[in-house]
Nanobody
Framework: QVQLVESGGGLVQAGYSLRLSCAASGRTFSRYGMGWFRQAPGKEREFVAAINWTGGSTRYADSVKGRFTISRDNAKNTVYLQMNSLKPEGTAVYYC?????????????????WGQGTQVTVSS
């Protein structure tokens, strides 16, 4: 069983930054792609960013491209999401998830393990 635990959320003003972390249990972390998704109140969950198993390939939603950076440290079983220039519309619960394969896709149905989420609130 894989457990994913997110941390780093909080309340920030628009324009500021936060870095989310997601620590994974188990010894197979480095074999799988990882992703970040978010869900705002009253909205469906949406893709934010994904990274492949080596960290050599990343994908971003258009809404965060150029402001967010996903990275991973396989030695620490951790994936990160650096969020810069945050906007109020970024207020949501952010979830990390493990892809069923190595690639890090954009569709949430590709992901089989999910964390409990961490709240990010961006004030204007």
């Amino acid at each position: 069983q894989v457990q994913l635990v997110e941390s780093g959320g909080g309340l920030v003003q628009a324009g500021y930054s936060l870095r989310l972390s997601c620590a994974a249990s188990g010894r197979t972390f480095s074999r799988y792609g990882m992703g970040w998704f978010r869900q705002a109140p009253g909205k469906e969950r949406e893709f934010v960013a994904a990274i492949n198993w080596t960290g050599g390939s990343t994908r971003y939603a258009d809404s965060v491209k150029g402001r967010f950076t996903i990275s991973r440290d396989n030695a620490k079983n951790t994936v990160y999401l650096q969020m810069n220039s945050l906007k109020p519309e970024g207020t949501a619960v952010y979830y990390c998830a493990r892809d069923v394969e190595q690639f890090g896709g954009t569709m949430d149905r590709r992901y089989d393990y999910w964390g409990q989420g961490t709240q990010v609130t961006v004030s204007s």
